[in-house]
Nanobody, 121 residues
Framework: QVQLVESGGGLVQAGGSLRLSCAASGRTLSSYTMGWFRQAPGKEREFVAAIHWSGEYYADSMKGRFTISRDNAKNTVYLQMDSLKPEDTAVYYC????????????????WGQGTQVTVSS
């Protein structure tokens, strides 16, 4: 089993930055694909970014603003979010799966509890 715990969410003004962290326990994540998803009120959960040993992948609307990275020594994945917009307001979830990158949430086996990000205008 893999346990994931997100942190780093909060309230930020438009144009600001936040860095989310996802700390994993139970397994070494170096061979897992790690992903970030988000869900805004009244909307479906959407893919944000994912990272695998072979590379990274971003949703089009996040390219150039968000950066995913991982520290295998700390078993932690990060999401650096810059130039935040009010429409980025959502609960952000960390997820893990074995195998290559996928952008569909049902392909992920393990999930964190989520962290709230609120961007004010």
């Amino acid at each position: 089993q893999v346990q994931l715990v997100e942190s780093g969410g909060g309230l930020v003004q438009a144009g600001g930055s936040l860095r989310l962290s996802c700390a994993a326990s139970g397994r070494t994540l170096s061979s897992y694909t790690m992903g970030w998803f988000r869900q805004a009120p009244g909307k479906e959960r959407e893919f944000v970014a994912a990272i695998h040993w072979s590379g990274e992948y971003y949703a089009d609307s996040m390219k150039g603003r968000f950066t995913i990275s991982r520290d295998n020594a700390k078993n932690t994945v990060y999401l650096q979010m810059d130039s935040l917009k009010p429409e980025d307001t959502a609960v952000y979830y960390c997820a893990a799966r074995t195998g290559p990158i996928r952008s569909v949430d049902v392909m992920y086996n393990y999930w964190g509890q989520g962290t709230q990000v609120t961007v004010s205008s």
